[in-house]
């Protein structure tokens, strides 16, 4: 069995690790969105910061007894927490865009605004990681945006302020897989602790937010806090922003940023189905029908790039004096 530098397994392995963590990934990463969607638009819950709030509570709790269980005594570095900036900083901003862009605009559009999340990926990708990219992985991005932008500007319940709100979550999401992908390739932390490092550092700024823009009263006296659906619906919101980020690192980790970015767009063809047939807010017209199906195609495409790899595109692995591994897609 042939083996690789650092701490890469064999190709079988590696492959099977691939293809199981972008599973885990588009899992919860679907799963997250639905459940978000109905806290915050069929419950109509007041806060996307409480839930935010929610999100990080559990995924410190989560940490917090895990290293009970294996009897670690974790504790907070500054050390380590400056070699990790600005990452919590980008893992809060993307917290709250996402809510807010959940919130924003209805299923379907939500979905086709996504696309974007790959164009900022791959420029990122080209300028911080230095990857190259095929022709076939291109023309399935320009695929993708060319159908959000024919679904976005024919949409007749087109929303400026949501369609901003989904644009910004899509700069952030390319820049927390990035900035994911680069610190893990330069500082030594197990990903538990890299995840409570964001969690930490984000939960009193959070808390300020809500505390000072939020109506607690709304809050504290909400409707459904009573109703046993909701509150289900809610803790496993708080559980799954751990999951999501768990895999979002293993899925970066693995595979690259735009391969996670486009798993999250793969995926979406079953949540763009289902905002069309089980939710009410999707507004039918054949331009926005055809534009969304446009984007469909081109995540067809990229995710046959993904399962079948061209014999031209062969992997080399560099490594520095620092043992740090970096790949570089050669073209022959």
Request: glycine share 6%.
């Amino acid at each position: 069995m042939t083996s690789l530098p650092g701490n890469l397994t064999s190709q079988p392995d590696q492959r099977f690790y691939q293809l199981l963590t972008a599973l885990f990934f588009g899992i919860t990463s679907s799963l997250i969105v639905f459940i978000n969607k109905f806290i915050l638009t069929n419950y109509r819950f007041p806060s996307l910061t409480f839930v935010g709030l929610g999100q990080l509570a559990g995924t410190v709790s989560i940490v917090c007894l895990w290293n009970a269980f294996r009897c670690k005594n974790g504790h907070l570095s500054f050390g380590s927490l400056k070699k990790l900036f600005p990452l919590p900083l980008i893992y809060l901003l993307n917290l709250l865009s996402g809510l807010g862009s959940t919130k924003a605009l209805n299923l379907p559009m939500f979905v086709a605004m996504r696309r974007f999340a790959l164009l900022f990926t791959m420029i990122g990708e080209f300028i911080f990681l230095g990857y190259r990219f095929s022709r076939s992985v291109k023309l399935a991005i320009f695929l993708m945006i060319l159908g959000a932008i024919v679904a976005a500007v024919n949409d007749i319940y087109i929303d400026i302020i949501g369609c901003g709100y989904v644009l910004f979550n899509d700069l952030m999401t390319a820049a927390n897989t990035i900035c994911v992908k680069e610190k893990m390739n330069s500082v030594n932390l197990p990903k538990n602790d890299m995840l409570f490092y964001n969690a930490v550092c984000s939960l009193p700024i959070l808390l300020c937010c809500c505390l000072l823009v939020d109506d607690l009263n709304e809050i504290i006296y909400f409707e459904f806090w009573k109703d046993w659906v909701f509150l289900l619906l809610f803790c496993c919101s708080c559980i799954g922003g751990y999951l999501l980020n768990m895999s979002t690192i293993l899925c970066t980790h693995f595979n690259s940023p735009l391969t996670t970015s486009c798993i999250g767009t793969i995926k979406n063809i079953f949540i763009t189905y289902i905002g069309m047939v089980c939710t009410n807010d999707y507004a039918f017209s054949w331009p926005s029908f055809v534009g969304i199906h446009i984007s469909l195609c081109g995540s067809l495409v990229y995710a046959i790039q993904a399962i079948l790899p061209p014999c031209r595109s062969k992997m080399t692995w560099l490594s520095d004096s620092t043992q740090f591994v970096y790949p570089v897609v050669r073209t022959c």
